[in-house]
């Protein structure tokens, strides 16, 4: 947390926060847990509604359902939190503050309005940097070496609160989004419990965000995760690793789709874009400057599996391209 909203601990006597924690997916879960384990009292939690999935289309709960479920916990699931019959259950439970992590749904301001505290969101980058859905997988995408988590009131605005605090995390060069977001969802998990004590104790305050370095980043959906190999290769690598491993990455292949691990750019190789090369070195593939390495692929039907065994079944020929 910068120096300006640093958090004191805790201290003995002085009363814990009655918490609703809203949160979805897996990257949630620690934040959920370190709540749990803090001084503060978590009473519910709020998550999306149970969804299907699977070839089998079988309704699933979300991991922080399944964690709360664990933890004996009353699971709000409301198709929109606009509905006033989560209104009425918010305002029942009486909490000072809501926490949220990767909730998934705006929050009305009636909503909002009701704990005392309001609700405080721990969001994935170094705000005003990566305001959205995708804040992870675009810093990777955009080359970024440094990113974060920072926590802020939510308010009706698009990640535009005041802050609280912010944690660092370098990128690495071989990160993917899982691996960074992983370790992001750690080490926020810490800086959130730390806002909570400083929220509770009246000891942080605030501050508005710079008006400046304003970035956005949506949402990813499949079609963006296509490989466009006329991009220079470090471009190719980094957009891999930012949409590993989801939505994955994909290029296509005689006319099917071919999902793609990781690969490792070469930059001073030179192959056109697109051209696959197979022999001692991998198998390699032409981009608009250099030309990558593949790792793991996956053809349509099939697993992952390495690029080199793909290869001797699919046999390329000579100058033959994928993503035509």
């Known amino acids: 947390m910068p120096a300006h909203s640093r958090a004191r601990p805790r201290r003995e006597g002085e009363p814990p926060l009655r918490l609703l924690f809203a949160g979805t997916p897996a990257p949630a879960v620690p934040s959920l847990e370190a709540l749990l384990a803090s001084d503060h009292e978590v009473v519910a939690v709020l998550t999306r509604p149970d969804a299907r999935s699977g070839r089998g289309r079988k309704e699933s709960r979300s991991p922080v359902a399944e964690r709360a479920d664990?933890?004996?916990?009353?699971?709000l699931q409301p198709r929109s939190p606009r509905e006033p019959e989560f209104?009425?259950?918010?305002?029942a439970l009486a909490v000072?503050?809501?926490?949220?992590?990767?909730?998934?749904?705006l929050v009305p301001q009636a909503a909002l309005d009701l704990p005392r505290h309001g609700w405080v969101n721990l969001h994935f980058s170094l705000l005003p940097a990566w305001r959205g859905a995708a804040p992870v997988q675009h810093a990777i995408m955009a080359g970024d070496e440094i990113t974060g988590a920072s926590t802020f009131r939510l308010e009706a605005g698009l990640d535009t609160g005041p802050i609280f605090?912010?944690?660092?995390?370098?990128?690495?060069?071989?990160?993917?989004?899982g691996d960074l977001l992983g370790r992001l969802a750690g080490s926020g998990a810490g800086l959130l419990v730390a806002t909570l004590d400083g929220i509770g104790a009246g000891t942080l305050t605030a501050e508005p965000q710079p008006a400046e370095g304003i970035s956005l980043a949506p949402r990813i959906d499949p079609a963006d995760a296509?490989?466009?190999?006329a991009m220079p290769a470090h471009v190719v690598d980094r957009r891999v690793r930012g949409v590993t491993p989801a939505p994955g990455a994909w290029t296509t292949w005689r006319g099917e789709r071919l999902?793609?691990?990781p690969v490792e750019p070469l930059p001073d190789v030179e192959l056109p874009?697109?051209?696959l090369s197979v022999g001692p070195d991998g198998v390699l593939v032409g981009a608009g400057r250099g030309a990558v390495r593949l790792g793991l692929v996956q053809p349509a039907g099939k697993?992952?599996?390495?690029?080199a065994d793909w290869a001797r079944g699919a046999r390329p020929q000579p100058g033959e391209r994928v993503g035509a």
Do not use: K, S
């Not at 605090?165 to 989004?177: F, H, L, N, S, Y």
């Not at 296509?226 to 190999?229: E, G, H, K, L, N």
């Open 259 to 261: 999902r793609l691990g």
């Open 165 to 177: 605090g912010t944690v660092t995390e370098a990128i690495g060069p071989r990160d993917t989004a």
């Open 273 to 275: 874009a697109g051209e």
């Open 70 to 75: 664990a933890a004996g916990l009353p699971v």
């Open 226 to 229: 296509r490989v466009d190999w």
């Open 87 to 91: 209104l009425e259950q918010l305002a």
């Open 303 to 307: 697993r992952m599996f390495p690029a």
């Open 96 to 105: 000072d503050c809501a926490p949220v992590v990767a909730y998934g749904a």
